[in-house]
């Protein structure tokens, strides 16, 4: 009996770290924002970076999850046919691009 008691004297501390996961998550999902809608005008630019790339260091901005991201670096490939681009090994979508700069 006297283990049984020690086993409910922590309980109220397991239940604190799945509360702290839970408040974790719940600020993740707060700040999220809506996906930024870009113009016409930058979807042609991004456009044009991407159709004329040499190989040049670019700059992305790109929206995942709720959230906005930037990443530098190199185009490692560009596929038209699932419409994506790998820059250091990350997958961007197309449609996930904000922005695009060399």
Same mark, same amino acid.
């Given at each position: 009996? =006297?283990?049984? +008691? ?7 501390? !397991?239940?604190?770290? @799945? !509360? ?8 993740? &999902?707060?700040?999220?924002? &809506?996906?930024? +809608? ?5 979807? =042609?630019?991004? =456009? @044009? ?14 929206? &995942? ?8 670096? $190199? ?7 699932? $419409? ?8 961007? !979508?197309?449609?996930?691009?904000? =922005?695009?700069? +060399?």
């Amino acid at each position: 009996m =006297n283990a049984d +008691r020690g086993m409910m004297k922590w309980m109220p501390y !397991q239940s604190l770290v @799945e !509360q702290g996961t839970f408040l974790r998550r719940m600020r993740y &999902e707060k700040n999220k924002i &809506e996906r930024p +809608r870009i113009s016409s005008e930058r979807a =042609n630019d991004i =456009n @044009e970076i991407l159709t004329t790339y040499g190989g040049e260091e670019v700059k992305a901005r790109y929206y &995942e999850d709720g959230y906005l991201f930037d990443l530098s670096g $190199h185009i490692d490939k560009i596929d038209p046919v699932w $419409h994506y681009l790998l820059i250091g090994g990350k997958k961007i !979508q197309f449609v996930n691009l904000i =922005n695009l700069e +060399r």
